[in-house]
C-alpha cells in the first residue's frame, strides 16, 4: 500500500534513498524507464539482497513502459530493458505510463525542428496486447495504466482479456480525484496515488496554490496529532483505500514518511482534506495535450 517513488531521484541519489528505505521497513518501489535511474535501482536491490535476508520475492517492483515503446513489436524490448536495469527476472507490475505513443526512438521525447512532440498513432489498446503476452510469458506478474481517463479505460476494458490492476494518477487534496476513482472501484482496478504530497518543490506551482504541505489546515492538522504534513498526506490516501506512492531522497523524510500506521484521521478531517480540492494538476503534460489520446481534455 505505501511505496518508494522514484521520479526525480538523481542516479547519484536513488540507490541510498533505496537502501534506506528498505532498512526503513519499505517494500514496494515504484520505477520507470522514463526516470532513467533503473540501473542504480538495481544495483542498490541487489546489494541490499547480499546485505539483508530479504530476497527478491520480498519485494515489490513497478516499472512502466514509455511512450515511445507502445508499437506492439517493441514492448517485450522495453520491458526486457527495464528487468536487466533492475536486475530481475520479473517485475511484479508493469504499467502503461501513458496512454498516449510517441515516435519510436533514442529520444524519449522526441521532438521536431518548431520544438513539437513527434507523435505515433500505435493504438493503447494493441499495446496492452502486447502487455498482456507479457503476464502469459511470466516477465510481469500484473499489468495496469497511468494518467488513463474513464473513457480509455472503457474502452480498454471492451478489448482486454486480462484487466488492469492498476490505475496510476495524481492524487492529493488539491486533486481527489473522486469520480475517476470510483469508476476504477466499480471496475476491481486499485488506485495508485502519484504526487501524493502535491510535490512540495514543483517550480510550475502558481502562487495562489500553497504548496499542500504549508497549508494552514494541514499544518496545523499535523501539528494536532504530532505528525509531519507529509504524514497526514500520506494517511488521507491510505484511509482512501489508495495506494500511495510518496517521493524522497531525503534520509529524514524516507523514514518519516512511512510511520503512518500509529494514527487515523477522523472522518471530520478526511472531510476537510476533500473540501481542498480545486482539481489542480500539477503532472498535466502540456506539450503533449494535441495529442489524440491526451488524457486530461
Ligand atoms: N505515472 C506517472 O506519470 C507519475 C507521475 C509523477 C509521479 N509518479 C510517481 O509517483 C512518485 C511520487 O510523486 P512525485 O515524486 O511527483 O511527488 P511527491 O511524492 O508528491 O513529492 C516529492 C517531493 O516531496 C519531497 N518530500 C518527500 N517527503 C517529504 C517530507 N516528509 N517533508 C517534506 N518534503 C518531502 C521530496 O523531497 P526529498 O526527496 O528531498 O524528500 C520531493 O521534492 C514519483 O516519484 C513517481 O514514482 C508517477
Known sequence: MLGL????????????????????????????????????????????????QLS????FITSKLWNTFHRPSLVRLACETSLKNLQTDYL????????????????????????????????FVDTWMAMEKLVEDGLCKAIGL????????ERLLKNASIYPAVNQIECHPYLTQKKLKEFCE?????VIAYSPLGLPRNPFCNSC?????????????????????????????LQRGNIVIPKSVTK??????????????TEEAMKMLNKLNINYRHVHFKTARKHPDYPFK
Open 5 to 52: 517513488g522514484t521520479w526525480n531521484s538523481l542516479d547519484y541519489q536513488v540507490g541510498e534513498a533505496v537502501m534506506t528505505a528498505i532498512d526503513a521497513g519499505y517494500r514496494h518501489f515504484d520505477c520507470a524507464h522514463a526516470h532513467h535511474n533503473e540501473q542504480q535501482i538495481g544495483l542498490a536491490l541487489r546489494a541490499m539482497f547480499r546485505r539483508t
Open 56 to 59: 527478491r520475492k520480498d519485494i
Open 92 to 123: 511484479d507490475l508493469y504499467l502503461m505510463h501513458w496512454p498516449m505513443a510517441f515516435k519510436e526512438g533514442n529520444d524519449l521525447i522526441p521532438l521536431d525542428s518548431e520544438g513539437e512532440i513527434i507523435f505515433s498513432y500505435n493504438d
Open 146 to 153: 497511468s494518467n488513463f481517463n474513464e473513457t480509455q479505460i
Open 186 to 190: 466499480s471496475k476491481d482496478i486499485a
Open 209 to 237: 496554490n500553497k504548496p499542500l504541505i504549508q497549508r494552514k489546515e494541514i499544518t496545523q492538522l499535523a501539528k494536532l496529532l504530532h505528525k509531519t504534513p507529509a504524514q497526514i498526506l500520506i494517511r488521507y490516501q
Open 252 to 265: 529524514a523524510h524516507i523514514r518519516s514518511n512511512i510511520l503512518v500506521n500509529d494514527f487515523e484521521l
